[in-house]
């Protein structure tokens, strides 16, 4: 008799449960979509086109490229998002569009490479943005006409005190036309040897031509005393090399104060070098004088040259 109520008060709680639960699933609308455009079914055999997760376009000085950006909405209520290309050169159909629900748009845009671009690597991208998220779409575009340029530069090498240490600071830009995966090696050399010799942290994976990077390389154990010369040199495959040298002098006024004790200690050492040497020199006998005996009063006789006393 008392089975029945339970099993009754045990359903409407679960069927709470599952009325309470549902319009927190529902408020919770899926997230929208930007990816490049796929050219639907067609294709060999009947398959579609896999879809594509960034835009890649070729083309020479002066071209016109399109391509498609799609935005998927599927949620149950309209959507508005905003649109902007990351690079001059491109050019949207529209800067603000709105998805129906459950549905995508997709949006030309072009790409206008100018007659002066230089042949190589110059990435950009699409971004999205609305209801508080966005979405950046990889554009690698590559114009033609000319062979790849790898070249890299070091610069503005420095080096701070940074509490009980110091960091290296120094800027490296991409001076070719491709995109380059430099690595970097930080040297430093001070008056009794190298001091530090190690890989950089925190070299980008990939640096775009024409771009600049500001990186910074923590140095806990700096020396404290010795003056240090900062070599930071970065390569990367296509023959790019280059480096750049800083210094780091922690206290300056105490270089010349060594400086003039070590030329204290350099002079003392060299006047008792030479005194040890002039004493283990033997002493030099001098010659006995010539003499000649004569009569009294009679003047004392010249030596002739040639002839023996």
Known sequence: MTTRPRLALSALTATAVLLTAAPAAVADPP?????????????????????????????GPGAVLEDRLSVANPADQPRSLELRGSGPWVALAAKRVRVPPRTRADVPFTVTVPSGARPGEHPAALVV???????????????????????LAVEDVRVEKAGTGAV??????????????PTLVIRADGLFGTV?????????????????VRLAEPWPGAPR???????????????????????????PWALPALGGFALALV??????????????????????????ENAPGEPAARPVAGTRP
């Open 168 to 181: 290296i600071r120094y800027s490296l830009v991409n001076r070719g036309n491709t995109a380059l995966a």
């Open 225 to 251: 005393l010795d003056r240090v010369d900062v070599r930071v040199t970065a390569t990367a495959p296509g023959g790019a090399h280059a480096s750049a040298t800083g210094a780091w002098t922690p206290l």
């Open 31 to 59: 997230p929208w979509t930007a990816a490049p455009a796929t050219n639907g079914e067609g294709g060999e055999g009947g398959k579609s086109t896999p879809a594509r997760t960034a835009f890649y376009l070729e083309g």
């Open 196 to 212: 530090l010799r190690r890989a950089a942290s925190g070299v980008p994976a990939g640096l775009p031509p024409g771009g600049r």
């Open 129 to 151: 943005t609305g209801g508080g998220k966005e979405v950046r779409v990889p554009l690698a575009l590559r114009v033609t006409g000319g062979p790849a340029l790898a070249a």
């Open 267 to 292: 002079a003392a050492a060299g006047l008792f070098v030479r005194r040890r040497r002039r004493a283990r020199r033997p002493a030099r006998r001098r010659p006995p004088e010539a003499t000649t």
